[in-house]
């Protein structure tokens, strides 16, 4: 306890003057069915960050402390009002138990991969009533003189989790800790557990009150900086929009609701207009078998394909307005797309291809 104690001091002191647009912030927590862990940083300054001096700690299951186990350094640069996404490292597909892998759908959307190992670094490994923290120091020091907080989400020595209602997350409900002894002895609604919690536009800065975060009277309600959306959603036909079934007709063939993780609205910027600076363009399907499709290319120019080892493997002239077609069959892995506007802007997405 006095370690933790030296760390809330160490702390208080450092963020004291910290400013909206000021400083990066978690803009997206995802809490998915099985191993669909991501988080979102939202960069609102007209800097490129570093990330490599952040890092980000989970608190698990109502812990007060934190040890380098529990802690990952972040990867790579963030640019001017954009977002970077965190996906937990579980790709191989045939992986089983604990090593299940994450969903194509949500590995296309990743920055960068974290922990793959849980016993080198268990940090990526939330289940919606865990505190995760992101400070800026080192993860292999995370309670030393030179962090500092930069935002939390949740809360530092809680846990939510209700055996008897078979709950393990926060609620929508005052006093929204689901413990019995908190008096969460009615289904009140879980809104961190199997749910994507997005940062609302309003907030321009983390929470960084060391003394709130850490003290005893402050009360953690989920929805006053988030919407909360749940991490799965029925697939429809995209052309008639009915609910496409599985075999047996009755039970709706599921997807992940993830169509925010890559973007973000703020107040300081929209992350959504400097990521993808080449407006109405559409990748489908992806993860695709070989073929994709890029729609509203009125504004491209040509479009750049890399591998995962950085080298070009396709480049195409846009010759008309309408959809382009690649092919990249017989190519299973994972792809960097570049789309190039007629007036040099840049967009970027991540392609799965799978044979």
Request: with cysteine; net charge negative; glycine share 10%.
């Amino acid at each position: 306890m006095k370690r933790n104690l030296l760390f809330v001091a160490l702390l208080t002191g450092a963020t004291s003057f910290a400013q909206d647009c000021s400083e990066i912030f978690i803009s997206e927590y995802v809490e998915g069915v099985g191993n669909n862990k991501a988080l979102e940083i939202y960069n609102p300054t007209n800097n490129t960050v570093d990330l490599s001096q952040y890092f980000v700690a989970r608190y698990s299951n109502g812990a007060t402390t934190i040890t380098p186990a529990n802690c990952i350094q972040l990867t790579g640069t963030l640019a001017p009002y954009s977002v970077h996404v965190g996906v937990l490292d579980k790709t191989d597909p045939n992986g089983t138990g604990q090593d299940i892998p994450v969903w194509t759908e949500l590995q296309a959307l990743a920055d960068a991969f974290y922990c793959p190992d849980y016993n080198t670094s268990n940090t990526w490994y939330w289940n919606g009533n865990d505190c995760i923290m992101l400070a800026k120091g080192s993860a292999s020091n995370p309670t030393g003189a030179g962090t500092v907080l930069v935002d939390f989400f949740g809360k530092v020595g809680q846990d939510p989790k209700n055996a008897t209602l078979n709950t393990n997350g926060w609620s929508s409900v005052s006093p929204y800790n689901m413990t019995a002894a908190e008096g969460g002895n009615t289904l009140d609604r879980v809104v961190t557990e199997d749910h994507s919690m997005i940062r609302k536009s309003s907030v321009m800065i983390g929470k960084n009150s060391v003394t709130e975060i850490f003290g005893p009277s402050y009360v953690f309600d989920p929805l006053l900086q988030y919407d909360s959306v749940p991490a799965l959603i029925a697939k429809t036909d995209p052309v008639t929009g009915d609910t496409i079934f599985q075999s047996d007709g009755v039970t709706p063939q599921w997807e992940g609701n993830w169509s925010t993780l890559g973007n973000h609205q703020c107040a300081c910027g929209n992350a959504s207009v400097e990521k993808n600076s080449v407006e109405n363009i559409t990748f489908y399907p992806n993860p695709t078998k070989g073929t994709f499709y890029i729609s509203g290319t009125s504004n491209v120019a040509e479009v750049v394909v890399f591998n995962g080892l950085g080298q070009e493997v396709k480049n195409m002239k846009n010759n008309n307005a309408g959809v382009m077609i690649i092919n990249l069959e017989g190519r299973s892995g994972v792809y960097l797309v570049k789309v190039v506007g007629v007036d040099g802007k840049v967009s970027t997405k991540r392609l799965i291809v799978q044979n």
